[in-house]
């Protein structure tokens, strides 16, 4: 099946039972049992729900690997993920990481006693530098939030199989419509749903897809112990934004490209990044291991104060947290998705206080456009 179809055939469609062509909302939390210990695969809906089970399946498809898993946010899976680890244990991780997933590792799992070293993952031979005897994962985003820095995907495969580590790849930004990381070599592929394959601004949720039977079998073990997992309506509501995401990631992409070309006529605004860019650093690897180049945009305008008075005039983009919707966001990095981390740091990764970042929506590109520009008078 070509990519479209498959989000609309693939995994398990429809009811058997009842005809029903979407798969029914199974909120119910055990299940009855023909003798003790006897039943019909479904035990208990921490464990597993058939809703849930839709959803695991059709990520699994989209993103060609051997099993889907559903969590109650995107923290949660890249929780989970994470304690696949043990104590002592050490990971690469992007430098320009989320902000969610940088406080994650230095004020949570640095309590455990899981060590992790940031590095610019675009570099490999600084990837390289960074492997230390106890590393067991490099883990990338690409593109990066906020600064859309582009990693070379086939090339941390290679690494990561001559180190015997795990490659763990955040694909959220990217979405499995435009790139699918297990096909370049990655072993684990994790999205915040709660983005692009939700894509409705009504659902917080989290998926990861890996590429081996093992690796398959611990993280079920985790996700049933740990317990974080996604709820039947919101594995529905997934579902039901799978169907329209190659849709709306061709409608968001070409809205971009008009926006990008905008924003590189307009006087007051300094730096632009973009994948898409012929000057975006990455291009050509973006390219070629990725269909498309997302929705993504962020763009400096000198100043904390500019990018307020940006933020207070805007009517169509909507400020707010989050990324991915119908609808177009606005953010400031520094004061929202990235406060968490330090200020200097924030500065040393080149996260500015005139940093604003948006995420393209649907909406008539016209519209889009002439919103920003009266924004910026």
Known sequence: MKRKTKMVHGGITGDEKTGAVSVPIYQVSTYKQEAAGKHTGY????????????????????????????????????????????????????????????????????????????????????????????TKALFIETPTNPLLKITDLKKMADIAKENDLLLIVDNTFATPYWQQPIDLGADIVIHSATKYIGGHSDVVSGLVVVNDDKVAEDLHFIQNSVGGILGPQDSWLLMRGIKTLGLRMEAIEKNT?????????????????????????????????????????SFDVGSAEKADQVLSRVKYFTLAESLGAVESLISIPAKMTHASIPKERREELGITDGLIRVSVGIEDIEDLMEDLKQAME
């Open 257 to 297: 490209h008009e926006l990008v070309k905008f924003l590189e006529n307009h006087p007051q605004v300094s730096t632009i990044y973009y994948p898409g860019r012929l000057e975006h650093k990455g291009h050509d690897i973006a390219k070629t291991q990725a269909d498309g180049f997302g929705g993504m945009i």
């Open 43 to 134: 035990e208990y809906s921490r464990t597993g729900n058939p809703t849930r089970h839709a959803l695991e399946t059709v990520i699994a498809e989209l993103e060609n690997g051997k099993a889907g898993f559903a969590f109650g946010s995107g923290m949660a899976a890249i929780t989970s993920v994470m304690m696949l680890m043990n104590t002592g244990d050490h990971i690469v991780m992007t430098d320009d990481v989320y902000g969610g997933s940088y406080r994650l590792t230095t004020k949570v799992l640095n309590r455990f006693n899981l060590d992790h070293t940031f590095v610019d993952t675009s570099n490999p031979e600084k990837v390289k530098e960074a492997i230390k005897p106890n």
